[in-house]
């Protein structure tokens, strides 16, 4: 069992790096989507992934189509402000599969017909949309696959470390 998060036509490098660092911290696999609205040789994408990017697995795809063409028949959540079903309603428990969350690009988020066509796929997040126009892509992404870490037991990763100068000892 794997989980990825996919960034569909990223435009903020800071925020890819974030996500990036996350992935090599959570052992998730990053896809992202072209066309990239940055070059991955920017350097506030390098900044915001520190000196994490040769502990990410990252998959490039020409187009939506590509990599729903790798996704087959693996479980795949598209995560909207506009969704009906809330994140944390979902069970991913299922270790033999690999679980995929699509985010959309910062300012106009997933292909309107494409979410349309996968609603029953659609997840949110609750928030108080009075307030804000959405959450940052960053933030929504750790939300998404720490809830999903969470339900598989937080498998292949660290609960408890030991440190030479632990701040608690």
């Not at 900044?47 to 479980?75: C, M, Q």
Request: with cysteine; net charge negative.
């Amino acid at each position: 069992m794997t989980n990825h998060i996919a960034l569909f036509e990223p435009l903020i490098p800071a925020n890819t790096g974030n996500i990036a660092r996350t992935c090599a911290g959570t052992n998730t696999t990053l896809h992202l989507i072209e066309p990239l609205g940055f070059s991955t040789d920017d350097k506030y994408l390098k900044r915001a992934g520190l000196d994490y990017w040769n502990d990410v697995t990252i998959r490039h795809h020409k187009n939506l189509s590509a990599f729903l063409e790798e996704v087959g028949e693996s479980p795949l959540y598209l995560i909207s402000k506009f969704a009906d079903q809330v994140y944390s309603d979902v069970d991913y428990t299922d270790t033999e599969k690999d679980y995929y969350f699509l985010f959309g690009k910062e300012t106009t988020g997933l292909p309107e017909e494409f979410m349309k066509e996968n609603r029953e796929k659609c997840l949110r997040i609750p928030m108080d949309d009075t307030h804000v126009r959405s959450l940052n892509l960053s933030n929504t992404a750790n939300i998404i696959i720490y809830e999903a870490l969470r339900q598989q037991n937080f498998a292949g990763l660290e609960k408890v470390h030991t440190y030479e100068n632990d701040k608690l000892k």
